[in-house]
């Protein structure tokens, strides 16, 4: 059996102390530390997370809803925030939308489900969105990322598109230009 207790015996220590090499490494010597985690591989022995995370009431898990991965925005920006979750001791839980309301709210709640320590959302629309208003009141942390909401307060991380392209097309009007064209490809894309 591959349990923690299996583990303890064959590397010789208490089940506390082969819990600790797995919870709080830093906390044992370098001997002992290698002794947990060569029995650990030996009998395929892997922490159970999901216990560790009821136990400590603690997730090390965020949830990340983009409306599609074939947009290089929301590629880099999920790549980036790996990156980030990763180097904080977090992992990400990732699911998209394809921009429709109804599947980010079945998305968020299979997220809720998993215990996710926040969420990250690109939602459709932030001013409509029935969602947001619910996670708010449960105290549930998020973040909006791509989409400002113009009549609520959610936290966001956002480029302002609108003002974007004002400012730019003020700009090339400055310069002299007359004929601006702007091309854009599918709503989805952008």
């Known amino acids: ?3 923690l207790i299996s583990v303890a015996r064959l590397a010789g220590v208490s089940r506390a102390t082969a819990a600790r090499a797995f919870s709080d490494p830093h906390l044992l010597k370098p001997g002992t530390l290698q002794k947990v985690l060569a029995a650990s591989e030996q009998i395929g022995f892997r922490p159970n997370h999901i216990a560790r995370q009821l136990r400590t009431q603690h997730s090390t898990t ?3 809803l983009l409306p599609s991965l074939l947009n290089p925005v ?3 920006q999920l790549q980036a925030m790996e990156q980030q979750a990763r180097l904080a001791g977090y992992g990400l839980l990732v699911a998209t939308s394809d921009y429709q309301a109804e599947r980010e709210a079945a998305i968020v709640e299979h997220m809720l489900h998993q215990r996710v320590a926040g969420l990250v ?3 459709a629309d932030a001013d409509s969105s029935a969602l947001l208003p ?3 009141a449960a105290k549930m942390p998020f973040v909006l990322t791509h989409n400002v909401p113009q009549q609520h307060e959610w936290p966001a991380l956002c480029v302002d598109n609108r003002k974007a392209i004002a400012e730019a097309t003020v700009h090339l009007v400055s310069l002299g230009h007359r004929h601006i064209v702007m091309g854009c490809g599918p709503y989805a894309a952008i």
């Open 1 to 3: 059996m591959t349990d």
């Open 62 to 64: 965020l949830g990340v």
């Open 74 to 76: 929301f590629a880099m």
């Open 121 to 123: 959302l690109t939602v």
């Open 134 to 136: 619910t996670l708010a």
